[in-house]
């Protein structure tokens, strides 16, 4: 199975709101990172947060992280239609070949 | 800076014909991963090189897929005879020289090539 899984699997919220999304895992990890698709491009790194952080900010974007609950969540602040896109959490262990992606939440920010 | 380039960005072949993808990492990265997504799936590793070597291949099929990443050059995926199966959409990653203060697991994503195999 997956070793990163968000939910909501999709999510649809008015321009302005705040967006959550969930990411779940199941083995120890060392980092957990977000990402961003949009339709038809390549992901976009949003931000890393190691196993002994347990928030992190970047602009509109709060991560946090429980480790003793396995999983993380992503909050968008006053959310625009250009957030519009799937929101991929992927984890690793610390080796260069395990990150594990999840199957993404799909946010639409209806203007 | 240019990000990570892929090419093609579509690619259409018959059954039993060679695809070959394309992936130029970021300047000053000589890290390159290959992931595979299937519709409505996550990211699957496939291989991790850096120039000339294969550091490793235990997520590429044990047939057909090839990679490389050559002195010069892009990184090359090559999958030979495809099935539909191999259709998804293939994205290459770079990270940084491994060095103090680098973190390898932050990786930079192209845009990806769809494959499709009819």
Not at chain 1, 21 to 49: A, D, E, F, P
Request: glycine content about 8%; aromatic content about 8%; charged content about 25%.
């Amino acid at each position: 199975s997956q070793q990163g899984e968000e939910d909501p699997q999709a999510l649809s919220i008015q321009e302005g709101e705040n967006a959550t999304m969930n990411c779940s895992y199941k083995t120890s990890i060392n980092n957990l990172q977000w990402y961003r698709q949009n339709s038809g491009r390549g992901l976009v790194h949003l931000i890393l947060i190691r196993s002994n952080e347990r928030e992190k900010h970047s602009g509109r974007l709060r991560v946090t992280l429980d480790t003793s609950k396995k999983s993380s969540s992503l909050l968008i602040t006053a959310s625009r239609a250009a957030d519009t896109a799937s929101y991929f959490c992927a984890t690793d262990s610390g080796g260069y070949n395990d990150m594990r992606f999840g199957a993404g939440t799909r946010l639409t920010v209806k203007p | 800076n240019a990000g990570v380039m892929q090419n093609p960005r579509h690619l259409v072949r018959r059954r039993g014909q060679e695809a070959r993808l394309r992936c130029s990492p970021m300047k000053g990265h000589s890290h390159v991963y290959w992931y595979r997504q299937l519709p409505e799936e996550g990211l699957k590793f496939m291989v991790y090189l850096q120039k000339e070597n294969i550091i490793d291949e235990s997520g590429m099929p044990k047939e057909r897929f090839s990679a490389e990443f050559p002195k010069e050059g892009p990184s090359i995926l090559r999958i030979q005879q495809v099935v539909r199966g191999d259709s998804a959409a293939y994205f290459c990653a770079s990270s940084p020289t491994i060095g103090q203060g680098s973190n390898f697991n932050e990786q930079f994503f192209g845009p990806g090539t769809r494959l499709t195999v009819l």
